[in-house]
C-alpha cells in the first residue's frame, strides 16, 4: 500500500487515465475528486462490500424455491 500525504488542490495519478484530487480536508474527513474513464467503475468499498453481499445472498436461493414463490405470488387475488 503506497501511503502519502496530500493538500487540498493537490492529486495522484494512477496509471495514465485516472486522477484523485484532495478537494477539502477538515474535520477528520477529506472530500476527494476522482477522474477516471467510462470504462473504469469507481465505487465506494461500502457499496461493493453490499452488491457482494446481496448477490451471495441470491444464489443460495435454489430456483426450484423461487419458482415455488412466484406461482404463489401469481395466485394471489
Known amino acids: 500500500m503506497l ?3 496530500r493538500r487540498a488542490g493537490e492529486s495522484i495519478l494512477i496509471g495514465e487515465d485516472v486522477e484523485i ?3 477539502e480536508t477538515g474535520s477528520g474527513r477529506v472530500k476527494l ?3 477516471a474513464p467510462r470504462a473504469v467503475p469507481v465505487l465506494r ?3 461493493r462490500l453490499t452488491r457482494d453481499q446481496n ?6 436461493v ?7 414463490a ?3 405470488l401469481r395466485s394471489r387475488p
Open 62 to 68: 435454489p430456483l426450484d424455491r423461487l419458482a415455488t
Open 3 to 5: 501511503v502519502i500525504s
Open 21 to 23: 484530487q484532495v478537494l
Open 70 to 72: 412466484l406461482a404463489q
Open 33 to 35: 475528486g476522482i477522474s
Open 55 to 60: 448477490r451471495a445472498a441470491a444464489q443460495e
Open 45 to 47: 468499498n461500502e457499496v
